[in-house]
């Protein structure tokens, strides 16, 4: 009888899971979320709401959400023998239902002040019954460690996964996401960040956007006067779209996927601004066309809101990467090789990419190495005995992680940044800016990079029996509202549409789908309300 083992990324946008036949180590299916089940569109978010509403409701929503998601494996949960998990401290932390305000507030004398002591994070491991998973209660649930509480497991994946720790060049390895973890690497030292970039570069705060997915647009390329889009198929692959003209949207040729993109996801995004700029038609964050829209295939379009988005999300990583060359002491143009990971780094254009900001301008080659968290995990699944492996390098490794959020470097270099994607300053005044702040300059030009894509989709391998997408989560989190009067206008304010409320004998209910809300960076819903009444903190698993 064949047993098994569940590897999983939990990421800052959304879950993947993978069951594994523990007989030959193979792939048996895959299984993923489209959104994450906390409301918020970052992992800032994600803090702030676990802070207000309590730890105990996010584990709930957590631990919820991927026991809908494990029967999508189509495997029998009984005889599940292993299941390892990857990802950041925060998310971790709360799958575990350990302290996390150390995570959330900075500085030794806050924590003591509040009377938080940070818990081991040294990994282990665990019951599934423990951590109430919906499998064979006597699974063996391994966690792997974190270098620091600030340096997490998903950054050790991104070490461990690349041969970035044998190179004699200064590297970068980024995940690109909601939630960009980054390490510089000069010789054999870390320097580790996190920028909270923001959703865009996963599809999300973008007009028709959506995370990667079947039917999404994810590239956009010049073909002569017009450009051709590339769509994903059922298997995750980009497959040749319609060649359109981008102020009209004229079809001018059918391509194999003609009518069947719902949406674009960042990577489709990033593209499609590297493009327009290339050709004139954007300057940031001004559309050249005439009614200021991109037009793609099937009616998809981005518009400027969708470029300052972006922008936003591509400035911070950038500001990301720079500040880490300042606290190493290095020069800005000393990074030659960077690493792409995770799924916006694996479907988008490597050198649009770079031609937006999102790679180092002098990086000369770029590798794009695929989802290194699930990879692993996957690890973990099939050698428990890695896991000590890993204890023993986290240990040794020589990291110093810079707190982006406390940083001046940062938040001077993001300044910058906002100033050419939302004000429109031209890119000639940056090292103009920097040099008022102190900083060195940085190059005004990229290099031509040679990309080594070492897989071709995030997941390179799905499984016998594919890949199942839970769309909607379906949990929802509410409270009575004491004085409301129905006016709904919550229910009008949310760009989500993710509130309703609902008369229940004398009481007036607000009911918020968790994987919808824009959480505590948000708060529409709050605000407009006219006796307020609603508030995210009084919300509890229905």
């Not at 810079?402 to 939302?422: G, H, Q, R, V």
């Not at 702040?437 to 990079?449: F, N």
Request: hydrophobic share 40%; proline share 5%; glycine share 8%.
């Amino acid at each position: 009888m064949t047993d098994y083992g569940i590897a999983m990324d939990m990421g800052t946008s959304g879950f993947r899971v993978q069951a594994i036949d523990l007989w030959d180590g193979s792939i048996v299916s895959t299984a993923i979320t489209t959104r994450h089940p906390i409301p918020g569109m970052n992992v800032i978010d994600h803090v702030n709401f676990a802070v207000d509403v309590g730890q105990e409701e996010c584990n709930r929503l957590i631990v919820d959400t991927i026991n809908k998601l494990l029967p999508l494996l189509k495997v029998d949960l009984q005889k599940v023998k292993r299941f390892a998990v990857c990802g950041n401290p925060f998310q971790l932390s709360l799958f575990q239902n350990i302290e996390i305000k150390d995570l959330a507030y900075a500085g030794k004398h806050k924590l003591e002040s509040l009377g938080v002591v940070p818990p081991n994070r040294d990994g282990g491991v665990f019951d599934a019954k423990e951590l109430c998973l919906a499998i064979n209660p006597q699974a063996e649930v391994i966690i792997p460690p974190a270098v620091r509480h600030e340096i997490g497991a998903d950054a050790l994946a991104m070490l461990i996964k690349t041969d970035v720790l044998e190179r004699d060049e200064v590297c970068l390895v980024v995940d690109y996401g909601t939630n960009a973890e980054m390490a510089l690497v000069v010789d054999g030292d870390v320097y580790t960040g996190s920028a909270a970039a923001g959703p865009a570069l996963e599809g999300q705060e973008i007009e028709r956007g959506m995370l990667a997915s079947p039917g999404a647009i994810s590239d956009v390329t010049v073909d002569g006067d017009n450009w051709r889009c590339s769509v994903l198929d059922s298997e995750f692959m980009p497959r040749e779209g319609d060649t359109i003209n981008p102020v009209d949207g004229s079809v001018l040729k059918k391509g194999e996927m003609h009518g069947r993109s719902k949406g674009i996801t960042g990577t489709g995004v990033v593209a499609a601004i590297a493009c327009g700029i290339s050709e004139g038609l954007i300057r940031p964050p001004k559309i050249n066309t005439p009614d200021h829209r991109l037009h793609l295939q099937d009616g998809i379009y981005i518009t400027e809101k969708d470029v300052e988005e972006a922008g936003k999300a591509i400035g911070a990583i950038r500001a990301g990467f720079f500040t880490l060359l300042h606290e190493a002491g290095l020069p800005m143009d000393a990074i030659e090789r960077s690493y792409m990971s995770g799924a916006s780094g694996t479907y988008v254009d490597a050198r649009k990419a770079q031609q937006v900001g999102l790679v180092p301008p002098t990086a000369s080659r770029i590798v794009q190495v695929g989802n290194t968290s699930l990879s692993l995990a996957r690890d973990l699944v099939t050698n428990p005995s890695a896991l000590d492996e890993l204890r023993d390098f986290a240990h040794d490794l020589r990291a110093k992680h810079c707190m982006f959020a406390t940083s001046e470097t940062f938040k001077n270099i993001y300044i910058i940044e906002l100033a050419i994607w939302t004000n429109g300053m031209p890119p000639a005044m940056y090292n103009d800016m920097l040099k008022m702040y102190k900083l060195p300059p940085v190059p005004t030009e990229s290099v031509r990079a040679n990309v080594d894509k070492v897989v071709n989709r995030d997941i390179p391998v799905l499984g016998t029996l594919g890949i199942t997408i839970l769309e909607e989560i379906g949990i929802t989190i509410s409270a009575a509202l004491e004085g409301c009067v129905l006016c709904k206008k919550c229910m009008e304010e949310c760009p989500e549409d993710a509130i309703t409320i609902e008369q229940k004998g004398e009481d007036k209910i607000a009911i918020i789908r968790t994987d919808k809300c824009g959480g505590t960076a948000c708060r529409r819903c709050e605000n407009v309300c006219p006796k307020e009444t609603l508030h995210l903190r009084d919300m509890k698993i229905m």
